[in-house]
């Protein structure tokens, strides 16, 4: 099985119209229970060109699904931040992650021009939030990405207050999103906060370092 992931915890390993293709439904996937599941945390990229099922919890973070219809091969990240870091591989940032995702898949044999993205998460999970959230960033930097890069986004569901579970199968390109119950939004807080504190703890230390 051809499975390639890269994740940020220990480092990557790494104008032609797009092709117009019905687009799958996103409920009723009774045929995922049959395929293996891999697990998505925040700052994975993975890719395959097998049948799998890639599956992600996410509450302000937001995670990419990208699919080559003729190849039937795709591969989903989980967006920690927008932007992006010096370091390539750092694939929490929403730059590093998009592009490590589009390698990736080119390196499978998907053509690029091929590809169709759906999009999830990016909710405010913290209730009585009014500033711009996290989430919101990153809603903003999934959308202006693909849309640069002329990548259709043919299904998504981003925003709102409630956190999801994300299964997407790669072969068919169908994507099956439930909304979580209140039992797990404890867990996204903490996972999602966790990173957060390391994010600012990169910052610190590359406040150290001057570049020219």
């Known amino acids: 099985m051809t499975i ?3 994740n940020a915890h220990q480092g990557s390993k790494i104008a032609h119209k797009p092709l117009r293709v019905p687009q799958p ?9 049959d395929k293996k599941r891999v697990t998505i945390y925040a700052g994975d990229v993975t890719t395959s060109v097998e049948p799998v099922v890639l599956q992600t919890l996410l509450g302000s973070c937001v995670a990419v699904c990208l699919w080559d219809p003729v190849l039937r091969a795709g591969g989903m990240n989980h967006i920690l931040l927008p932007g992006g870091r010096l370091d390539p591989d750092n694939s929490r940032y929403g730059i590093n992650a998009m592009e490590l995702l589009i390698n990736g898949l080119m390196k499978l044999g998907c ?4 590809l169709v993205a759906k999009a999830f998460g990016g909710a405010n999970v913290l209730a009585g939030l009014k500033r711009r959230s996290t989430g919101d960033m990153n809603v903003a930097f999934v959308r202006k990405f693909l849309a640069d890069e002329r990548i259709p986004l043919v299904a998504q569901r981003l925003g709102g207050v409630h956190g999801v579970h994300v299964r997407f199968s790669t ?6 999103v439930r909304a979580v119950d209140g039992s797990k939004l404890p867990r996204i807080i903490h996972d999602e906060a966790a990173y957060q504190r390391s ?3 990169e910052l610190h230390k590359s406040s150290e370092i001057t570049l020219f």
Not at 111 to 114: A, C, I, K, T, V
Not at 171 to 176: A, C, I, R, S, Y
Request: proline letters at 0%; glycine letters at 8%; aromatic letters at 4%.
């Open 171 to 176: 072969d068919t390109g169908e994507v099956l």
């Open 4 to 6: 390639h992931r890269d």
């Open 25 to 33: 439904t996103v409920h009723g996937l009774a045929q995922l229970a």
């Open 111 to 114: 053509d690029r021009y091929r």
């Open 199 to 201: 994010h600012r703890k």
